[in-house]
């Protein structure tokens, strides 16, 4: 998150190049030719190679909100329980956030091209068994496979969009991506809704994952042809720790389990997994620490020197919480509380999208200038919006509440494109192209634990509310909506002591 950015020694290019575009080592560096260990030239396909991994993030993103909205279809389809259902949801997600730190560190020392189409291929495969499934158990564990597939593809690209991007360029390739979680994670319930319509309630949710295989095999062809290949560097053997592997996994299993099984798991055994969590990240962090002397770990503690990152990943959690939280709540709102159609929910959620995707991509190319002071204004916007949805919810919670909401939802969304991809431009922008991928899996682990906690805790804000209010949906999402800005209000206390210790 700081506005510091002096390179470090290990990066690859020099401020020069980054800032004298017409100078000659800037014409040096726009030769084809491919770069020498030490030295960075810009790949000429770096943005078809761009628009291709994107293409897959949004595929894989798409997935954590496309099904729940499809769930309904899912219980009428195959007679699914309720805990059957959660767990359609929650493996998903539940294995995607085991994958990414390992996988992160697999792609920065075995190549991000081959591990990237290797993610693509299990998820396309994954994806036409989940719509061929015929009982509910099998669509949970296609489910989970499905999102290992995720976890494998999704760290590598971050750390492509690092080592094919430099400076503004950089910034402008993480508003893209920033503008792609947005998107994806605000019109997936639009997407499924619209799916479901068009195949029909008993089989509709099917067409949820066949929509991934014409996709998926296209997002193939194009890796091979335009993400480059990797460097002698990658091909060289290297050790993957596997005791930190273990150890890692059985901590964010600990800490992700309480949160998705919050509602149907109510042994005393559940909240006793978070001290489990913690006593396993020490034991961690020690195992990482020794490891490092001699060999590379799988996450290099020394990420958490540098200020950005080590701020920044921590603003990301608390924001996701938050963030993802919204669209959760606003579909039980709308569908549960108001009778609305599974499209027309998601239709609702889209000024949050349009606000995202029309200002990240310029608001990361101001990260680097700006700093923490522009993920305080956005922060800031999303309050703002908050505010105006919890007024017009009061005002008008009846059937048109949709209308009186789509104002604060776009200010919000642009908020939130002042945070996502800044946030994620100001957090990589000082790790070494080399840590990329583990870095990026760190980050994204981050997210997904957000994502995780802040559904558990508003979800609870917002049931309880409904119980106590005897089923006034409208006063149970208001609720929420405080609980979403109290998310939001720790990521802006955390980015203005960054900023005024910066200024001091």
């Given at each position: 998150?700081?506005?510091d950015?002096?390179?470090?020694p290990t990066l690859e290019?020099s ?7 017409g ?32 293409a ?9 909100s496309?099904?729940?909205?499809a ?6 389809g ?9 767990w ?6 539940l294995?995607?956030g085991?994958l ?14 081959p591990?990237f ?11 036409a ?5 015929q ?12 999102g ?12 492509l969009i690092?080592?094919?991007f ?20 605000a ?10 319509a068009?195949f ?6 099917r067409?949820v ?5 014409p996709?998926?095999?296209?997002i ?10 990797p460097?002698a ?5 290297q ?10 996994g ?6 992700l ?15 006793a997994?978070?001290?489990?969590a ?13 490891y ?5 770990p799988l ?5 958490f020197?540098?200020?950005s990152?080590?701020?920044?990943a921590?603003v ?19 569908q ?7 499209w027309k ?10 606000g995202s ?7 990361s ?7 923490p ?17 919890w007024v ?17 939802l776009l200010?919000?969304g642009l ?11 100001l ?5 070494p ?44 999402f ?13 990521a ?13």
């Amino acid at each position: 998150m700081s506005s510091d950015f002096a390179p470090r020694p290990t990066l690859e290019i020099s401020a020069r190049v980054i800032e004298e575009p017409g100078s000659a080592a800037s014409a040096e560096t726009a030769r084809p030719a491919p770069p020498q260990e030490g030295e960075y030239r810009p790949d000429p396909d770096r943005w078809m190679a761009l628009a291709v991994v994107l293409a897959a993030g949004f595929m894989t993103l798409l997935d954590v909100s496309i099904v729940n909205v499809a769930l309904p279809s899912i219980d009428r389809g195959l007679h699914a329980q309720q805990n059957e259902l959660q767990w359609i949801v929650s493996g998903y997600a539940l294995a995607l956030g085991l994958l990414l730190v390992p996988s992160g560190r697999f792609g920065d020392a075995h190549g991000r091209r081959p591990v990237f189409m290797v993610g693509v291929a299990l998820f396309v495969v994954a994806s036409a068994a989940c719509a061929l499934s015929q009982t509910p158990l099998e669509l949970v564990v296609t489910r989970i496979l499905q999102g290992f597939a995720g976890g494998l593809l999704t760290p590598q690209i971050s750390g492509l969009i690092q080592s094919l991007f430099r400076g503004e360029e950089r910034g402008k390739a993480f508003g893209l991506f920033g503008a792609t979680i947005g998107v994806s994670s605000a019109i997936g319930p639009l997407v499924g809704g619209a799916l479901i319509a068009l195949f029909g309630v008993h089989d509709g949710w099917r067409a949820v994952f066949f929509v991934n295989l014409p996709i998926g095999a296209a997002i193939l062809l194009l890796a091979r042809r335009y993400l480059p290949a990797p460097t002698a560097a990658e091909r060289r053997p290297q050790a993957m720790d596997p005791l930190g592997v273990v150890l890692l996994g059985a901590a964010i299993l600990c800490i992700l389990v309480p949160f998705i099984e919050q509602r149907t798991w109510h042994s005393s055994l559940r909240p006793a997994l978070f001290p489990l969590a913690a006593v396993l990240l020490v034991v961690w962090v020690l195992h990482e620490r020794r490891y490092g002397r001699t060999r590379e770990p799988l996450v290099s503690l020394d990420l958490f020197r540098i200020r950005s990152y080590a701020l920044g990943a921590p603003v990301g959690l608390i924001f996701f919480a938050g963030f993802i939280a919204l669209f959760f709540i606003q579909t039980q709102y709308l569908q549960l509380g108001l009778g609305y159609p599974a499209w027309k929910s998601g239709l609702a959620v889209t000024p949050f999208a349009i606000g995202s995707a029309l200002i990240a991509s310029a608001a990361s190319r101001q990260a680097l200038r700006r700093g923490p002071k522009l993920l305080a204004v956005g922060l800031t916007m999303v309050l703002v919006g908050m505010g105006g949805i919890w007024v017009a919810v009061g005002a008008h919670p009846g059937y048109d509440v949709a209308l009186w909401i789509a104002l604060p939802l776009l200010i919000a969304g642009l908020g939130s494109g002042l945070v996502i991809s800044p946030n994620l431009t100001l957090t990589l922008a000082r790790v070494p192209v080399e840590r990329a991928g583990s870095a990026g899996g760190v980050l994204q682990t981050g997210q997904r634990i957000g994502s995780a906690a802040g559904i558990a805790i508003t979800g609870s804000v917002f049931y309880n509310q409904l119980a106590s209010s005897h089923g006034n949906y409208a006063a149970a999402f208001r609720m929420g909506i405080v609980s979403i800005a109290a998310f939001v209000t720790a990521a802006l206390v955390l980015v203005l002591a960054d900023a005024f210790t910066r200024a001091s």
